[in-house]
């Protein structure tokens, strides 16, 4: 059996959603990210770089900007909360 590895490249792009929910948060959902979340071990520095780098290369900072995020707001994917930070 072939194990299936994570290719953000070819992760549709246009499966990232950032919405805001009822208090104000940042919500960023999208199927693949959302399973990236749940198979990554943030207490683990090697998984939160490699985190880090799949965040980057989908331009989220950039898409949350667009939508007016602002330095200390509470950003959710999936189970995973944390403050936005530039």
């Keep these: 059996e072939k194990t299936k590895v994570y290719d953000a490249a070819k992760d549709n792009e246009d499966e990232i ?3 805001r ?3 104000g948060d940042f919500v960023v959902s999208g199927k693949s990210l959302d ?3 749940a198979m990554t071990n943030f207490a683990n520095d090697e998984a939160l770089r490699r985190f880090q780098y799949i965040w980057r290369l989908k331009q989220i900072d950039g898409k ?3 939508k007016g995020i602002k330095e200390g707001d509470t950003v959710h994917i999936g189970a995973m909360e944390f ?4």
């Design 64 to 66: 949350l900007k667009a």
């Design 17 to 19: 959603k950032i919405s």
């Design 21 to 23: 929910d009822m208090t």
């Design 83 to 86: 403050e936005f930070r530039e």
């Design 35 to 37: 399973k990236l979340v």
